[in-house]
């Protein structure tokens, strides 16, 4: 879990669909998460995945995992300005949550 | 009713000078953390605490030292203070070291800086 990369910036129309990517390295994690942290505040769980899926939808947000590349993304669909934030992955090893640096999203009206 | 309160919210200080930040939990969890986020935004753990008892202590100075009174507060003091600490503090909790799901419970920060 030490070594989990994210890209840093993407600015995104109101509506339309965002794709956060990240990679990790720590296969033995049994969860993969993805948490939100808007601005002034802590961070929030967004949502996670089992390590054995492929994929998990929950409303507007869907989660894709590739285990064989290591690759996880989240797709937010018909973004809305609430959504702007910094959105972290985190993977699960040596009793602890690693996270990414962080994507920070910014939705134009 | 705030999960997970720190204070201060800010603090700003001389290098050299003594500080201590607090965090306390109303969510009845057993284990509580503290991580450091930089200006960059990079989220790195420092502690964690299972019922008073320390189980993570990363690569942290000994100018940083955590006590647990009991397990709904963890609080860092910090020695010595130095230029390159300064950064947001978060302090977060868990349940069952938060290893099922791990849904950790964050504070708002403290964001410390350091003249």
């Known amino acids: 879990g030490e070594d989990v990369e994210q890209s840093l910036f993407l600015s995104v129309r109101e509506g339309d669909s965002s794709v956060i990517n990240c990679t990790y390295t720590d296969s033995s994690s049994t969860y993969l998460y993805w948490y939100k942290q808007e601005p002034g505040a802590g961070l929030q769980l967004l949502t996670y995945i089992f390590s054995n899926m492929d994929m998990k939808q929950d409303q507007r947000l869907t989660v894709l995992l590739n285990k064989k590349d290591k690759h996880l993304s989240l797709r937010i669909a018909d973004t809305q300005t609430g959504d702007s934030a910094i959105y972290f992955c985190?993977?699960?090893?040596?009793?602890?949550?690693?996270f990414g640096k962080g994507n920070q999203v910014v939705v134009i009206p | 009713d705030t999960a997970v309160s720190q204070t201060p919210k800010y603090l700003v200080t001389q290098m050299g000078n003594d500080k201590s930040i607090k965090c306390e939990q109303n969510l009845g969890h057993d284990t509580m953390y503290w991580y450091k986020q930089d200006s960059k935004k990079f989220l790195k753990i420092m502690f964690s605490?299972?019922?008073?008892?320390?189980?993570i202590n990363e690569t942290v100075p000994n100018r940083f030292s955590p006590k647990s009174p009991d397990k709904a507060h963890l609080n860092l003091h910090i020695n010595s203070l130095e230029l390159g600490d300064s950064a947001v503090y978060f302090c977060a909790s868990s349940q069952e070291g938060g290893f099922l799901t791990g849904e950790l419970f964050f504070g708002e920060g403290s964001r410390l800086t350091v003249l």
């Open positions: 605490y299972n019922n008073k008892e320390l189980i």
């Open positions: 985190a993977d699960q090893g040596n009793n602890r949550l690693a």
